[in-house]
């Protein structure tokens, strides 16, 4: 199983950004996503989770309204439209699969893509 | 939204010695179908985070048996028996239960 990132770089506050992440090994149409980030030096930070279908998603307080997730299940990749964005967005951004229905199966993380807003 | 505090935020270890974190929640989150979904995740230095615990005791596959998860209502705790050079990381719990779902601040667990 792979998750790859990718879409992060240097941004200006205010600007748009669209990260994606790429599945391959896994049945990815079959399972909910998330996004969860990490600011430089600090803790984690779930961000937010779309279903399986793309039908159903949740957010973080702290990015509701500026940022949208999504889904292809025809292209395996998971997307993060950042809108709005605040320096206190600067953080790397992973996308992970952690579903726990049934008995938990295991959860996959990727390696990060890095989002930096300054002017 | 429910608050995940976790302590120590460092703790000190000697290898070989047991470690033991807390993690205590603003409130109880069980799910309507019985189950409390705390988990517990290891992020060691330069890598992505990954679940050592799922649903406050149950060890994710390949996990070291020297992990064990308690804990119930409001209060979790993570131990390591006997910590080893490469249990060195940062550790985090999560609220799965209710959105949002929320990390603890992290405990980094450090040779001393």
């Known amino acids: 199983v792979q998750l790859v990132e990718s879409g992060g770089g240097v941004v200006q506050p205010g600007r748009s950004l669209r990260l994606s992440c790429a599945a391959s090994?896994?049945?990815?149409?079959?399972?909910?996503m998330h996004w969860v980030r990490q600011a430089p030096g600090k803790g984690l930070e779930w961000v937010a989770v779309?279903?399986?279908?793309?039908?159903?998603?949740q957010y973080a307080d702290s990015v509701k309204g500026r940022f949208t997730i999504s889904r292809d299940n025809s292209k395996n990749t998971l997307y993060l439209q950042m809108n709005s964005l605040r320096a206190e967005d600067t953080a790397v951004y992973y996308c992970?699969?952690?579903?726990?229905?049934?008995?938990?199966?295991?959860?996959?993380w990727g390696q990060g893509t890095l989002v930096t807003v300054s002017s | 939204d429910i608050v995940m505090t976790q302590s120590p935020l460092s703790l000190p270890v000697t290898l070989g010695q047991p470690a033991s974190i807390s993690c205590r929640s603003s409130?109880?989150?069980?799910?309507?179908?019985?189950?409390?979904?705390l988990h517990w995740f290891q992020q060691r230095p330069g890598q992505s985070p990954r679940r050592l615990i799922h649903?406050?005791?149950n060890r994710d596959s390949g996990v070291p048996d020297r992990f064990s998860g308690s804990g119930s209502g409001t209060d979790f705790t993570l131990k390591i028996s006997r910590v080893e050079a490469e249990d060195i990381g940062v550790y985090y719990c999560?609220?799965?239960?209710?959105?949002?779902?929320?990390f603890g601040q992290g405990t980094k667990v450090e040779v001393k």
């Open positions: 992970a699969k952690m579903d726990c229905g049934g008995d938990c199966p295991r959860d996959y």
């Open positions: 649903k406050v005791s």
């Open positions: 999560l609220q799965a239960t209710h959105w949002p779902w929320t």
């Open positions: 090994g896994l049945s990815f149409s079959g399972h909910g």
């Open positions: 779309i279903s399986s279908d793309g039908r159903d998603k």
């Open positions: 409130q109880i989150f069980v799910h309507s179908d019985g189950n409390t979904y």
